[in-house]
């Protein structure tokens, strides 16, 4: 069975700090990664999306970038965080023409 | 620009009662509508809805699609304190591969 894991859980970093958040995949190859953001009790919004290692879409011009290094790997980084980076933020995953996203369990980020 | 807009924003009713909740949208050329329901973490995925008229039906849960009038609704009878969620749209437009456009949210309360 298909699994997917975030972490951190949570983080609390300054404004100005780097930020590194991964989402592993497992028990799939070659799936279609993505990367949302949920403002406090809303609507997700996404901001990354990548159908392949090395192919990734943006969906909203920000300071925070993505990468996928390996199949099953996606990464959401920033240089410089800024306090409206704080959110609750979710990986997802989903196969081919299928469109069911499988969601991971999120990781809680607070800029201060 | 696509978009999603759900109603209610939030919702509080008593164990027992019935809740219809809506999502309209507007996107070019449609293609399917998810459902999904969002507890503490990650969303689950509810239901797809793809044609006009055909009730898709879960237990107590169930939802419809009106092509014609661009909008879903799920229903939920004799709702439970387990029912409390975020309850969560969103539309693939026909041309954006996998990708979903989200609602944002309806935040439904079941008191005992």
């Known amino acids: 069975s298909q699994t997917i894991h975030q972490w951190p859980a949570t983080l609390v970093q300054p404004v100005g700090s780097p930020l590194s958040l991964e989402c592993t995949v497992e028990g799939t190859s070659n799936p279609n990664l993505y990367w949302y953001r949920q403002a406090a009790g809303r609507g997700l919004q996404l901001l990354f999306y990548?159908?392949?290692?090395?192919?990734i879409s943006s969906e909203v011009p920000q300071n925070l970038s993505a990468s996928r290094p390996q199949d099953r790997q996606f990464i959401l980084s920033s240089k410089k965080l800024l306090l409206s980076d704080s959110g609750f933020y979710l990986c997802?995953?989903?196969?081919?023409?299928?469109?069911?996203?499988?969601f991971g369990p999120g990781t809680r980020l607070t800029v201060t | 620009e696509d978009k999603v807009v759900q109603s209610p924003l939030s919702l509080v009713v008593h164990e027992g009662d019935t809740v219809t909740l809506n999502c309209s949208y507007e996107v070019t050329n449609f293609r399917s509508l998810l459902w999904y329901k969002q507890e503490k973490k990650a969303p689950t995925f509810l239901f797809m809805l793809?044609?006009?008229?055909i009730e898709k039906k879960s237990g107590r849960l169930s939802s419809i699609l009106d092509k014609k009038e661009l909008f879903s609704i799920l229903n939920i009878t004799a709702t439970q304190t387990g029912d409390s969620a975020i309850y969560l749209c969103?539309?693939?437009?026909?041309?954006?591969?996998?990708?979903?456009?989200f609602g944002g949210g309806t935040r439904l309360m079941v008191k005992p």
């Open positions: 990548s159908v392949g290692i090395g192919q």
């Open positions: 997802a995953w989903g196969r081919g023409r299928s469109y069911e996203q499988y």
């Open positions: 969103a539309v693939i437009p026909d041309n954006a591969g996998n990708m979903l456009t």
């Open positions: 793809t044609s006009s008229g």
